[in-house]
């Protein structure tokens, strides 16, 4: 198991072409953790990575990818995560359980399993997933894969407004999913209500869930300091730092 990154940094080429992949560096250009940015229905990788830019994490490689497939018409311009988008005949909306398969296979076998730790040599505890809305759902998903789930947890994932699909398998609670999870949400979100089944899913799928709801009613992105405050102390407690350690220094594990 890979105890450092190889020393040089992943490039766009790296990663399969149909998720246009944007990536970010710190500062230093020696990024010891990587964050998986996944936009929302709709969006793109290049109007998302604004935010993920933006955020400007320490130590931290961020790389921003597109969702594969397009919005059907009339429903588009604009990407999806899932193959086939299948809308709830009862209430005309968009089904949120739409199959995400290709999207997580595509991230979890070739983003994560064959570029970020077999060819770039990164810790799997060292691989966080940040989703918004069907982004959320994939981030939620990716964890459970089995080219995953037979590794050592990874470092973390952040989903605001994002469930976890009728079709991610689910665990027993002998064998619940170590990777820490936070999920945020609006007050009138699906997740926020009494005895929520989305939220419930997702804590007996995953051993470590933690859950905040925000004063604001929808699940948009956080505006403003208080907002992101929960997501920011999300990682400071798991994005790992190298600064101040000699570049030839040995982790013992």
């Known amino acids: 198991m890979p105890h450092q990154p190889s ?26 953790n990587v964050v998986i940015f996944l936009p929302g229905l709709g969006d793109t990788s290049a109007n998302f990575s604004s935010f ?6 320490p130590d931290a490689l961020a790389i921003t990818l597109n969702p594969p497939f397009p919005l059907p018409f009339p429903l588009g311009p604009g990407d999806q ?38 060819k770039f040599r990164y810790r799997p505890d060292h691989i ?22 037979s590794l050592p947890c990874l470092g973390g994932v952040i989903s605001v ?12 609670t002998k064998s619940q999913n170590k990777t820490p999870v936070l ?14 089944s989305p939220l419930n899913r997702i804590k007996s799928t995953y051993e470590f869930v933690t859950y905040h ?12 300091r208080d907002e992101a ?9 798991r994005l790992r730092s190298r600064r101040g350690v000699p570049d030839d220094a040995i982790e013992i594990t």
């Open 7 to 32: 020393g040089a940094s992943p490039t766009a080429s790296d990663f399969p072409l149909a998720l246009k992949p944007i990536l970010h560096l710190p500062p230093d250009n020696k990024p010891t």
């Open 52 to 57: 993920s830019r933006a955020l400007n994490l």
């Open 81 to 118: 995560w899932s193959e086939d988008l299948h809308v709830d005949a009862a209430t005309g909306e968009l089904d949120a359980d739409s199959p995400l398969t290709k999207s997580v296979d595509l991230i979890a076998q070739e983003v994560i399993s064959k570029v970020l730790i077999d």
């Open 128 to 149: 966080h997933l940040f989703g918004f809305g069907q982004g959320g759902s994939v981030a939620l998903t990716v964890p459970l894969h089995p080219s995953i789930f």
């Open 161 to 172: 407004g994002g469930a976890l699909p009728l079709s991610a398998p689910l665990t027993s």
């Open 183 to 196: 999920i945020l949400s609006g007050s009138k979100s699906p997740l926020a209500s009494v005895g929520s």
């Open 213 to 224: 709801q925000w004063k604001k009613a929808d699940d948009s992105l956080p505006k403003n």
């Open 229 to 237: 405050l929960p997501m920011m102390q999300f990682w400071a407690r």
